[in-house]
């Protein structure tokens, strides 16, 4: 009897995955438990392994397809056994195909990293819009993407891409293209998830916060403790365990909206904005709030080496409730975020200068840091914004009682 081989959702977040390469070919004996493929998926790579001792009969995907979670994408079975007329639905432009037919039997495949059991199903990064808005763009070659809807809820419609055919970069403009570069997997990740951000109505707080005490710990923690521990502590370390301290105190900057519910976490877990060769990842801190700041500095300083190398687990990549993002060591001084689906707020952190400021009727020289707050409008205002922003400031301008 045959068996079908489904795409397997890697973490709670994914909902689809990108073919990369497959490592048998039609034909080739494997093994249960051999690796078969590797999926890109959620911002990191994967091997999915072959459910069933047999014959590879039939791969039903591409390179490049993205594949809906539990979708079929290969037949294992023996020599000479008939293959079932089973199709996987392909995300085209974000929007899925035609439903497949059901398959004759399917099993669940292993692999070599630990799946995390969903506990809730997420949004996913689907894009809305009309059928006819999906047909006109498909046959125009237009990235659903790259449109913004006008309909209800920002749902794309016939006229926005009628209306996208006659911007500059639509299809006929005569000018010389130097090179045509396709999105890897983890771009066009990225790519879907911020479009799913900017459908939601955002509100940014921005603050300015004196980082002189901050510096001074820093130089504190660093000159008793880099020896012991192999490394130095960075500023980010500090605000990552400031920010998990101030969330206990505000449980709806640490949720996710479900429908008509706001679902507030117990566990604080800060997602780390990092920079790749590949791309913008997110890192988790689970607990933060637990942990000192040496630990969260020694986990983030271990996750960041084996960002370059891809090697996070799927768990270290999600079940973030909450996200900071540090752009300081690019001297960038102020930039508004955006939101990490499906979280409620985002910090936002620019570089720490040194800068002329009054206290007291006096001018003196601080580490000043501005930093931006933008949360989710629907479940958060200003008042509560601002109300965050300060008690972080406050935090962080007499940091001497945070757990080093």
């Known amino acids: 009897m045959t068996t079908i081989m489904i795409m397997q959702r890697m973490s709670v977040a994914m909902e689809y995955g990108v073919i990369l390469k497959w490592l048998k070919n039609e034909g080739d004996k494997v093994k249960k438990g051999e690796p078969v493929v590797e999926i890109f998926g959620e911002k990191n790579e994967f091997e999915l392994e072959s459910p069933a001792d047999g014959l590879l009969l039939k791969t039903l995907c591409d390179v490049n ?24 639905k392909k995300l085209i432009d974000g929007a899925a195909a035609a439903p497949t037919a059901t398959p004759v039997s399917s099993a669940q495949p292993t692999s070599t990293t630990k799946p995390t059991k969903p506990t809730t199903t997420l949004p996913g990064g689907r894009i809305k819009a009309s059928p006819r808005a999906k047909k006109l763009a498909k046959e125009q070659g237009i990235d659903l993407a790259m449109i913004v809807g006008s309909g209800p809820e920002g749902r794309i419609v016939e006229k926005d891409v009628l209306g996208y055919k006659s911007t500059p970069f639509a299809a006929g403009d005569d000018r010389k293209v130097r090179k045509v570069e396709p999105l890897s997997p983890l771009r066009r990740t990225i790519a879907r998830r911020m479009t799913q951000s900017s459908q939601k109505p955002h509100i940014t707080m921005i603050t300015e916060i004196d980082m002189s005490e901050v510096v001074e710990l820093r130089k504190d923690i660093n000159k008793r403790h880099e020896k012991k521990l192999g490394f130095r502590v960075s500023f980010n370390d500090i605000i990552v365990k400031a920010v998990a301290d101030i969330l206990e105190r505000f449980p709806k900057f640490n949720a996710t909206l479900s429908g008509n519910e706001l679902h507030m976490f117990e566990d604080i877990n800060i997602g780390v904005a990092m920079a790749t060769e590949t791309g913008l990842i997110v890192p988790t801190v689970n607990s933060a709030n637990n942990k000192s700041i040496t630990e969260i500095a020694q986990e983030t300083k271990d996750m960041g080496k084996r960002a370059k190398t ?82 972080l400031k406050e935090y962080l301008e007499s940091p001497f009682f945070m757990k080093v």
């Open 65 to 88: 397809d993205e594949i809906p979670i539990s979708e079929p994408i290969a037949i294992i079975g023996e020599k000479g056994e008939d293959i079932p007329d089973v199709t996987p």
């Open 310 to 391: 891809n090697d996070l687990t799927p768990e270290e990549l999600t079940g973030s409730t909450f996200t900071v993002s540090n752009l300081g060591p690019f001297q960038v001084d102020l930039f508004i975020p955006v939101i990490n689906p499906p979280e409620a707020a985002i910090l936002a952190l620019g570089q720490i200068k040194k800068k002329p400021v009054v206290i007291d009727d006096q001018t003196v020289i601080r580490s000043t840091m501005m930093a931006s707050c933008a949360v989710d409008h629907r479940v958060l205002d200003g008042a509560p914004a601002g109300q965050f922003l300060l008690a």
